[in-house]
């Protein structure tokens, strides 16, 4: 009895395993198969007993497993019809080599396509959203005091005083650190070495313990090591980057560097990802090279300047966080300044980091989206009708006993296939493409270094890719699967007849919806980066080389040492053949790259004075600049006259700009006019337009242009006007420089047309891909537009050569055959413009001077969609008047 | 089992609707299994019998392992799955090929015809029928010629002084 059970339950053990096998060989060997293990559970229940057929049926689940899996994918006989992925996707695979341009053309537009998606995934993963190289990164925050009351600044530097309070931490905040930037980077490894300017930020020295950065080498600083001169020597750390453009040696700890003439000792290296960029209050966000204590203790400096940096404990809301700011920064206003509403207030530290470039990403991953589902209905009308070219062979495999699921895996698996293909290829591609953006995006760009393509991405993309396949073959393999006996009787192939063509016609309506769309929002870019590109910055950028110098306190003690040294570089620079005229300035335009100093002024008994407090008060921006500037940049000098070589003794003279003579002189006659500043009071020489410090086409602050000595202002950027291209002055000019001083060095030099280019950027890409993307669209509908009418012809070739017959004159049947095309673009046109109104709030960011809603670009658009559209229906339409109507009514 | 002959069914509104299968052989002495559709014939698999299938036997060589065990048993007469494997338990080899290893490489080679399928018949040792195979001409020659692969490498081996001497 026991052993007739056990032998009873192995026989339904091995039946069980018997269906890990394909169906074909089921049917042909599966009982054999059972049968043949019946006779070995026999044999060893006999010989061993129940341990014996334990280890009999665990090896039958082995075999079961490694065979069925392997007749699964390369089955025994080839007539196999069904149940074996392996033949199937070889099946799959040699009809795509059988139609080698099908093939390569839909690859071709996955590849360009996601090629495309991996970039955008790429930029918006690596700067939204990925984390930051930091402990705890949703912990930190910025702090910036909101100046409102005052003055226009809503986003203020802090006194050192007011990070002490911040230090002092309470139940929210846990740390606090301030930065500045240190003026001056000049750099030599050693006296009398090449000297290089760099980025040094001067921190207080829990800046690395606060973002959780454990150096790579040496240490961070100590907090005696405040305050240069103290009788300790200067430490400095160096970011990984500096470290190996000095050499990577690690040796380099302990050794001295000379910056700005006075020797650092090197205490610490940060490690290679360690990558932060010092937020400035009215600039973008800085590279930092290295780091240097601050120089006094930030208790006993009530100076402003200070970026500070906080770190909430852990688990902290932000509403919390905001609060407790808050109070400390009542507190500060209740000390400082006299309580007139000075606030405080946190902003999260990746979110001030991006916050500039986050509009341009959020368009930028919608694009990508668009472009993916795109892509999608692309691939699915191409795959439906390779399906109805098909259908013959479908239905003769149908006969043959093919179940729905196995035809309908069939196209699953072509498009499946090609999709991986074409996601596989367009990482590839976007490897390079990544380089080539990053290559082209502003150096300012946030996380810029993190941008490249890793095995996850990549992986993701593939991902996708197959998924798009997958999913784009979803419509026509539902309706291959459903093709029945009838066109395998019928003896021929109704070709685009029937079901088939209802889902193309959905397809091309959806394409022109996309293409709608796209083609506005493309068309108010491009509007708005031509608005950009015409605007007149207030100078003439054309034929200008700039390059960056400093005259640093430490070469050059005395104020006057330094104004002698910028004259001689002037007067070398001006002697370099080619060049017209040579001048400095403390703040180039389009750049803030080293913000501009800022001063609130009023000019008492001025005729645009209104006698209210708040009006007549004015944050203007203040320029120091050398002589012949105005001329030198081609600024607009409206009235009076600009600054001369030879001046007024006792006389500080300033120029004014069009926004502070129209606001304080609105008859004219600012000339002679004298604002006072502090203690000493400048006097207007003359009015000028303004050379635009922010943005290409509208103009910033107010702007005062004075006299860089006079301030004691030494100016960072020499400008020159050339007949010449200006990248050739390069070597001349550190020629120049070199044989007035060797100690100093020339950086940054650039012509001011790129740097009015990378100013534009933003809009020049945004524009860039979405025109690409929308004309991508428009092809695909027309693509789909054609078939749909050649299609529509073939299958109405009878009733035309019948109405032809019957005396149907040309027009009439052209017009009969476009109704069809141009009902599918109205209809997406219908469908596309809700569309519009969705995408308008997406671009809202890009868009500068345009409206969203502009209505001679949107009707531009929708005129050239049309234009297309009807183009691509037209020239089918026309082989329908080619029909010879006897000739077909013969055939029958 | 299906022998070799049509692999397939046909679905049955296919054939309320005069769809049938069928073997035919043609002039050229090949074998043709065709689908006949109202007012067509569609042909599926066309494939040569007689003297030219069986010069295609050095496609098959070397035979894999399995194989030739298969073709070792049943060169003796006809066996049916079980017992050949129990044969080669009896040989003393040493890696008893599994049940599903052994019945695909059966149907591996009744597609390449080396073996065929006999009748079925009741096994000796038990009241129940098995499927039995035989070997065919191109299936001995076959194992004939990898016999004398194997023989020629036992020679060259016992030169190298891998094996004794054959005692005669």
């Known amino acids: 009895m026991m052993r007739n059970r056990m032998l009873h339950l192995s026989e339904r053990w091995f039946r069980l395993l018997e269906r890990l096998y394909p169906p074909d060989f089921r049917d042909e060997m599966g009982s054999a198969v059972v049968e043949a293990y019946m006779d070995r559970a026999r044999h060893a229940l006999q010989n061993g007993g129940k341990i014996h057929l334990a280890a009999l049926w665990l090896r039958a689940l082995a075999d079961a497993l490694r065979n069925g899996a392997a007749e699964r994918a390369c089955p025994a006989a080839s007539w196999r019809r069904a149940g074996d992925w392996g033949r199937e996707i070889e099946i799959v695979r040699r009809r795509l080599v059988r139609s080698p341009l099908f093939a390569l053309t ?109 150096l790579a080498l040496g240490r961070s600083f100590a907090p005696d090591e405040v305050g240069l001169g103290r009788g300790r020597g200067h430490v400095i750390v160096l970011t990984h980057h500096l470290w190996n453009r000095l050499g990577a040696d690690p040796g380099i700890l302990g050794t001295e560097l000379r ?430 337009g303004q050379a635009r410090l922010y943005d290409v086409h509208t103009d910033g602050r107010p702007q005062i242009l004075i006299r860089s000595e006079d301030f004691g202002i030494r100016p960072l950027f020499f400008v020159i006007r050339t007949t010449r291209e200006p990248h050739s002055l390069l070597p001349e000019v550190r020629a120049a420089v070199r044989g007035v001083d060797p100690r100093v060095p020339v950086g940054d030099a650039r012509a001011m047309d790129d740097i009015v280019d990378a100013s534009l950027s933003p809009q020049a890409i945004g524009g860039a891909l979405i025109s690409a993307f929308a004309a991508g669209a428009l092809l695909l509908a027309a693509m789909g537009l054609f078939g749909v009418v050649s299609g529509s012809v073939t299958r109405r070739r009878h009733e035309l050569a019948v109405r032809l017959a019957l005396g149907a004159d040309h027009p009439r049947v052209l017009r009969l055959v476009l109704r069809e095309g141009a009902l599918l673009v109205m209809l997406g046109l219908l469908i596309g413009a809700p569309g519009i109104y969705i995408a308008k709030a997406l671009i809202r960011g890009l868009l500068v001077g345009v409206s969203p809603y502009d209505p001679p670009t949107l009707l531009a658009a929708v005129l050239g969609l049309l234009l297309v559209t009807m183009a691509a229906c037209y020239v089918p339409a026309r082989r329908a008047l080619g029909i010879d109507p006897a000739q077909l009514l013969r055939q029958g | 089992m299906a022998e070799r002959g049509l692999p397939v069914r046909l679905w049955e509104p296919a054939r309320q609707a005069g769809c049938t299968l069928a073997r035919r052989l043609d002039n050229d002495a090949c074998v043709a299994h065709i689908l006949y559709v109202p007012h067509m014939e569609m042909r599926l698999a066309r494939y040569s019998v007689g003297m030219d299938r069986d010069r295609g036997i050095d496609k098959h060589l ?73 070997i065919t001409s191109a299936g001995m020659r076959a194992a004939r010629a990898d016999a004398r692969r194997l023989g020629a490498l036992v020679q060259a081996a016992r030169i190298g002084r891998l094996l004794p001497k054959e005692v005669k």
């Open chain 2, 62 to 134: 070397p035979l894999r392992r399995v194989e030739f065990h298969i073709l070792l048993s049943l060169a003796a007469g006809e066996r049916h799955g079980y017992g050949i494997i129990q044969d080669i338990e009896a040989r003393g080899e040493t890696s008893i090929p599994d049940v599903g290893t052994m019945y695909r490489a059966l149907a591996r080679m009744v597609e390449a015809g080396l073996i065929e399928a006999a009748d079925r018949r009741p096994v000796p040792a038990a009241d129940e029928r098995r499927n039995y195979y035989r």
């Open chain 1, 106 to 214: 839909t690859i071709g537009t996955l590849t360009i396509g996601l090629g495309l998606f991996a970039v955008v995934y790429t930029a918006v993963q690596k700067v939204l959203l990925d984390p930051m190289p930091y402990k705890d990164p949703g912990d930190l925050y910025y702090v910036w005091r909101d100046y409102s009351p005052i003055v226009d600044l809503k986003r203020g530097t802090l006194a050192g005083t007011d990070i002490a309070e911040l230090q002092k931490g309470n139940a929210v905040i846990e740390d606090a650190a301030g930065l500045r930037p240190m003026l001056g980077g000049i750099f030599s490894l050693r006296e009398g070495a090449e000297p290089m300017e760099i980025a040094v930020t001067q921190t207080s020295p829990n800046l690395f313990h606060l973002l959780g950065v454990p």
């Open chain 1, 259 to 688: 910056l700005q003439g006075r020797p650092h000792t090197v205490v610490g290296v940060l490690p290679p990802e360690f990558t932060f960029v010092r937020n400035d209050a009215a600039a973008p966000p800085q590279r930092v090279d290295a780091y240097i204590p601050l120089e006094v203790h930030l208790a006993e400096d009530p100076n402003d300047g200070y970026a500070a940096l906080i770190r909430a404990r852990r688990g902290a809301s932000p509403e919390a966080v905001a609060a407790a700011v808050d109070a400390v920064g009542r507190a500060i206003d209740a000390r400082d300044f006299n309580g007139r509403g000075l606030k405080l207030y946190p902003v999260g530290l990746k979110a001030d980091v991006i916050s500039r470039i986050r509009p341009a990403l959020v368009v930028l991953g919608a694009a990508g989206l668009v472009l993916v589902f795109m892509l999608m209905v692309n691939l699915a009308s191409v795959l439906l009708s390779r399906a109805a070219q098909r259908e013959h062979e479908v239905a003769v495999s149908r006969a043959l006993g093919a179940n729905t699921i196995a035809i309908a895996r069939s196209t699953l698996l072509e498009g499946g296939l090609l999709g991986l293909a074409g996601g596989a290829l367009g990482t590839l591609g976007a490897i390079w493409g990544t380089k080539t953006l990053v290559a082209l995006a502003p150096l300012d760009l946030p996380r810029r270094d993190a941008i490249s393509i890793d095995w996850r991405i990549g992986a993701t993309v593939i991902a996708i890719g197959s998924l798009l396949g997958v999913l784009a073959a979803a419509a026509p393999a539902v309706w291959a699967a459903r093709a029945s006996l009838s066109s395998l009787l019928a003896g021929g192939a109704v070709r685009g007849g029937g079901g088939q063509s209802r889902w193309r016609r959905a397809m091309v309506v959806a394409q022109v919806a996309l293409s709608v769309v796209l083609l506005s929002s493309g068309a108010l870019v491009m509007r708005s980066f031509e608005r950009l590109l015409r605007a007149d910055p207030g100078f003439r950028p054309d034929g200008l080389f700039t390059v960056r110098m400093r005259t640093p306190p430490e070469f050059f003690p005395k104020m006057s040492e330094a104004v002698a040294f910028q004259d001689r570089v002037r007067h070398a620079l001006a002697a370099i053949p080619g060049v017209t005229g040579a001048s400095g300035a403390s703040t180039l335009p389009l750049t803030a790259a080293s913000f501009p100093f800022q001063a609130t002024i009023t000019i008492p008994g001025a005729p645009g004075t209104a006698g209210d407090a708040e009006r007549d008060k004015v944050l203007a921006d203040l320029i120091g600049v050398r002589p012949n500037y105005v001329e030198v940049m081609g600024m607009r000098l409206l009235a009076g006259r600009t600054f001369t070589e030879s001046r007024q003794a006792g006389v500080m003279e300033a120029m004014i700009d069009t926004a502070i003579a129209r606001q304080f002189f609105p008859g004219g006659n600012a000339v002679g006019a004298k604002i006072p500043l502090g203690e000493r009071s400048l006097t207007i020489i003359g009015v000028v």
